[in-house]
Protein backbone atom coordinates (compact mmCIF):
# COMPACT_ATOMS: atom_id res chain seq x y z
CA UNK A 1 0.00 0.00 0.00
CA UNK A 2 2.79 2.56 0.77
CA UNK A 3 4.00 1.95 -2.56
CA UNK A 4 1.21 2.81 -4.58
CA UNK A 5 1.38 6.48 -4.16
CA UNK A 6 5.31 6.03 -5.78
CA UNK A 7 3.94 3.61 -8.46
CA UNK A 8 1.13 5.90 -9.77
CA UNK A 9 3.98 9.00 -9.71
CA UNK A 10 5.91 7.23 -11.61
CA UNK A 11 3.61 6.39 -14.06
CA UNK A 12 2.62 9.58 -14.35
CA UNK A 13 5.89 11.03 -15.03
CA UNK A 14 6.69 8.17 -17.56
CA UNK A 15 3.95 9.08 -19.43
CA UNK A 16 4.33 12.96 -19.65
CA UNK A 17 7.79 12.33 -20.39
CA UNK A 18 6.83 10.17 -23.74
CA UNK A 19 4.39 12.93 -24.28
CA UNK A 20 7.23 15.86 -24.15
CA UNK A 21 9.07 13.58 -26.37
CA UNK A 22 6.73 12.97 -29.04
CA UNK A 23 5.49 16.33 -29.26
CA UNK A 24 9.11 17.04 -29.47
CA UNK A 25 9.56 14.41 -32.70
CA UNK A 26 6.77 15.63 -34.49
CA UNK A 27 7.47 19.66 -33.96
CA UNK A 28 10.52 18.65 -36.47
CA UNK A 29 8.80 15.54 -38.12
CA UNK A 30 4.97 17.31 -38.21
CA UNK A 31 2.29 15.01 -39.17
CA UNK A 32 0.34 15.73 -42.51
CA UNK A 33 -3.16 17.75 -41.16
CA UNK A 34 -6.08 17.45 -43.03
CA UNK A 35 -7.64 20.52 -44.47
CA UNK A 36 -10.43 22.25 -42.08
CA UNK A 37 -11.86 24.66 -44.72
CA UNK A 38 -15.55 24.61 -44.99
CA UNK A 39 -15.58 21.80 -42.21
CA UNK A 40 -18.81 22.65 -40.23
CA UNK A 41 -17.42 22.06 -36.34
CA UNK A 42 -19.49 22.07 -33.35
CA UNK A 43 -17.77 22.84 -29.96
CA UNK A 44 -19.97 22.51 -26.33
CA UNK A 45 -18.68 24.99 -23.26
CA UNK A 46 -17.16 27.49 -25.92
CA UNK A 47 -17.64 30.31 -24.20
CA UNK A 48 -14.16 30.48 -22.38
CA UNK A 49 -11.14 28.24 -21.71
CA UNK A 50 -10.22 25.43 -24.03
CA UNK A 51 -13.38 25.89 -25.98
CA UNK A 52 -12.57 29.28 -26.68
CA UNK A 53 -9.40 28.29 -27.73
CA UNK A 54 -10.44 25.48 -29.45
CA UNK A 55 -13.09 27.53 -31.54
CA UNK A 56 -10.28 30.07 -32.41
CA UNK A 57 -7.83 27.63 -33.89
CA UNK A 58 -10.98 26.31 -35.96
CA UNK A 59 -11.27 30.11 -37.01
CA UNK A 60 -7.89 30.60 -38.30
CA UNK A 61 -8.64 27.28 -40.76
CA UNK A 62 -11.51 28.93 -42.30
CA UNK A 63 -13.74 26.29 -41.12
CA UNK A 64 -17.90 27.27 -40.05
CA UNK A 65 -18.72 27.05 -36.54
CA UNK A 66 -21.14 26.17 -33.89
CA UNK A 67 -20.90 27.41 -30.59
CA UNK A 68 -22.80 26.41 -27.23
CA UNK A 69 -22.03 27.53 -23.98
CA UNK A 70 -24.62 28.37 -20.87
CA UNK A 71 -22.92 31.08 -20.77
CA UNK A 72 -24.43 33.64 -23.57
CA UNK A 73 -21.81 36.33 -22.80
CA UNK A 74 -19.29 34.13 -22.87
CA UNK A 75 -19.89 32.28 -26.11
CA UNK A 76 -20.36 35.72 -27.67
CA UNK A 77 -17.24 36.85 -26.98
CA UNK A 78 -16.08 33.87 -28.55
CA UNK A 79 -17.51 34.37 -31.50
CA UNK A 80 -17.02 37.82 -32.20
CA UNK A 81 -13.21 37.22 -31.52
CA UNK A 82 -14.04 34.17 -34.11
CA UNK A 83 -15.70 36.37 -36.85
CA UNK A 84 -12.39 38.67 -36.83
CA UNK A 85 -10.68 36.00 -37.64
CA UNK A 86 -12.87 35.67 -40.64
CA UNK A 87 -15.00 32.85 -39.59
CA UNK A 88 -18.32 32.35 -39.88
CA UNK A 89 -20.34 31.40 -36.09
CA UNK A 90 -23.31 30.41 -34.80
CA UNK A 91 -24.18 30.15 -31.51
CA UNK A 92 -26.77 28.63 -28.80
CA UNK A 93 -27.01 28.60 -25.31
CA UNK A 94 -27.14 25.10 -24.21
CA UNK A 95 -26.90 23.68 -21.00
CA UNK A 96 -24.97 20.36 -21.37
CA UNK A 97 -26.58 18.57 -18.03
CA UNK A 98 -29.72 19.19 -20.09
CA UNK A 99 -30.57 15.81 -22.55
CA UNK A 100 -33.69 17.92 -23.64
CA UNK A 101 -31.44 21.04 -24.75
CA UNK A 102 -28.76 19.12 -26.55
CA UNK A 103 -31.54 17.31 -28.68
CA UNK A 104 -33.41 20.62 -29.22
CA UNK A 105 -30.54 22.82 -29.90
CA UNK A 106 -29.28 19.80 -32.37
CA UNK A 107 -32.16 19.39 -34.49
CA UNK A 108 -32.25 23.21 -35.14
CA UNK A 109 -28.24 23.00 -35.91
CA UNK A 110 -29.38 20.29 -38.17
CA UNK A 111 -32.59 21.78 -39.75
CA UNK A 112 -30.98 25.90 -40.22
CA UNK A 113 -27.27 25.25 -40.82
CA UNK A 114 -26.43 21.46 -41.90
CA UNK A 115 -24.53 18.79 -40.89
CA UNK A 116 -21.77 18.63 -38.63
CA UNK A 117 -19.00 17.22 -39.59
CA UNK A 118 -16.47 17.93 -36.35
CA UNK A 119 -17.89 17.38 -33.32
CA UNK A 120 -15.76 18.79 -30.27
CA UNK A 121 -17.16 17.70 -27.21
CA UNK A 122 -15.58 20.33 -24.50
CA UNK A 123 -17.70 21.31 -22.02
CA UNK A 124 -17.24 20.19 -18.53
CA UNK A 125 -17.46 21.34 -15.13
CA UNK A 126 -15.58 20.24 -12.22
CA UNK A 127 -15.78 20.66 -8.33
CA UNK A 128 -12.82 20.15 -5.96
CA UNK A 129 -13.63 18.86 -2.29
CA UNK A 130 -13.01 15.50 -0.66
CA UNK A 131 -15.83 12.47 -1.31
CA UNK A 132 -17.65 13.42 1.82
CA UNK A 133 -17.78 17.27 1.70
CA UNK A 134 -18.96 17.11 -2.45
CA UNK A 135 -22.89 17.61 -2.24
CA UNK A 136 -25.05 15.07 -4.26
CA UNK A 137 -26.16 17.65 -6.52
CA UNK A 138 -22.60 18.38 -7.57
CA UNK A 139 -21.76 14.66 -8.40
CA UNK A 140 -24.35 14.39 -10.49
CA UNK A 141 -24.15 17.47 -12.56
CA UNK A 142 -20.43 16.70 -13.12
CA UNK A 143 -21.44 12.87 -14.11
CA UNK A 144 -24.48 14.84 -16.31
CA UNK A 145 -21.83 17.37 -17.99
CA UNK A 146 -18.45 15.18 -18.14
CA UNK A 147 -19.93 12.16 -19.64
CA UNK A 148 -23.84 12.30 -20.27
CA UNK A 149 -22.83 15.46 -22.21
CA UNK A 150 -21.09 13.87 -24.41
CA UNK A 151 -22.87 11.07 -24.87
CA UNK A 152 -25.94 13.10 -25.38
CA UNK A 153 -24.72 14.92 -28.42
CA UNK A 154 -22.73 12.43 -30.42
CA UNK A 155 -25.84 10.76 -30.18
CA UNK A 156 -27.19 13.74 -31.90
CA UNK A 157 -24.85 14.09 -34.75
CA UNK A 158 -23.33 10.56 -35.25
CA UNK A 159 -26.00 9.18 -37.47
CA UNK A 160 -25.34 11.64 -40.27
CA UNK A 161 -21.55 10.71 -39.92
CA UNK A 162 -22.46 7.15 -39.82
CA UNK A 163 -24.61 7.73 -43.43
CA UNK A 164 -21.64 9.39 -45.09
CA UNK A 165 -19.09 7.28 -43.78
CA UNK A 166 -17.13 11.16 -42.84
CA UNK A 167 -16.73 12.84 -39.37
CA UNK A 168 -14.73 13.42 -36.30
CA UNK A 169 -15.82 13.42 -33.27
CA UNK A 170 -13.36 14.69 -30.12
CA UNK A 171 -13.53 14.21 -26.72
CA UNK A 172 -11.89 16.56 -24.57
CA UNK A 173 -11.33 14.42 -21.04
CA UNK A 174 -8.18 14.97 -18.86
CA UNK A 175 -5.29 13.50 -17.02
CA UNK A 176 -7.90 12.69 -14.71
CA UNK A 177 -9.46 10.44 -16.75
CA UNK A 178 -6.12 8.83 -16.38
CA UNK A 179 -4.39 9.25 -12.90
CA UNK A 180 -6.39 10.19 -9.78
CA UNK A 181 -6.18 12.44 -7.18
CA UNK A 182 -7.40 13.10 -3.70
CA UNK A 183 -10.25 15.68 -3.42
CA UNK A 184 -11.40 15.26 -7.40
CA UNK A 185 -12.71 11.59 -6.42
CA UNK A 186 -16.47 12.44 -8.54
CA UNK A 187 -14.55 14.33 -11.12
CA UNK A 188 -11.74 12.09 -11.69
CA UNK A 189 -14.54 9.24 -11.93
CA UNK A 190 -16.57 11.50 -14.88
CA UNK A 191 -13.13 12.03 -17.30
CA UNK A 192 -12.51 8.08 -16.23
CA UNK A 193 -15.96 7.93 -17.68
CA UNK A 194 -15.29 10.49 -20.40
CA UNK A 195 -11.91 8.55 -21.62
CA UNK A 196 -13.64 4.94 -21.91
CA UNK A 197 -16.28 6.09 -23.80
CA UNK A 198 -13.83 7.50 -26.38
CA UNK A 199 -12.07 4.05 -26.25
CA UNK A 200 -15.40 2.10 -26.81
CA UNK A 201 -16.57 4.67 -29.16
CA UNK A 202 -13.35 4.42 -31.25
CA UNK A 203 -13.62 0.38 -31.28
CA UNK A 204 -17.26 -0.08 -32.06
CA UNK A 205 -16.62 2.47 -34.98
CA UNK A 206 -13.71 0.27 -36.41
CA UNK A 207 -16.08 -3.03 -35.67
CA UNK A 208 -18.97 -1.66 -37.65
CA UNK A 209 -16.26 -0.41 -40.77
CA UNK A 210 -16.53 3.40 -40.11
CA UNK A 211 -13.16 4.35 -41.10
CA UNK A 212 -14.15 7.61 -42.20
CA UNK A 213 -14.92 8.77 -38.69
CA UNK A 214 -11.57 9.51 -37.23
CA UNK A 215 -11.89 10.32 -33.17
CA UNK A 216 -9.29 12.00 -30.91
CA UNK A 217 -9.14 12.12 -27.33
CA UNK A 218 -7.54 14.95 -25.58
CA UNK A 219 -6.63 14.63 -22.22
CA UNK A 220 -5.07 17.73 -20.61
CA UNK A 221 -3.16 18.73 -17.05
CA UNK A 222 -4.07 21.86 -14.68
CA UNK A 223 -5.15 24.77 -17.54
CA UNK A 224 -5.69 27.77 -15.76
CA UNK A 225 -9.09 28.35 -16.41
CA UNK A 226 -10.93 29.98 -13.15
CA UNK A 227 -12.58 26.56 -12.77
CA UNK A 228 -9.56 25.29 -10.12
CA UNK A 229 -8.71 27.81 -6.90
CA UNK A 230 -6.18 27.90 -5.14
CA UNK A 231 -4.13 25.00 -6.62
CA UNK A 232 -1.33 22.61 -4.71
Given at each position: KTMNPFVDLLLFLVTLLYSYLEAFVKFFV?????????EL??????????GRGTALEFAKRQSRLVLWDINKH?????????????????TFVVD?????????AADKVKK???DVTILVNNAGVITTADFLSTQDHQIERMFEVNILGHMWTTR?????????????????GSAAGHFVTPFMVSYCSSKFAAVGFHKALTEELSALGKDGIKTTCLCPVFINTGFVKNLR
Open positions: PVRRKSLSGVLITGAGHGVGVEETAAECQKLGATVQCSKREEIYSDIGAFLPVMMNNNYGHIVTV
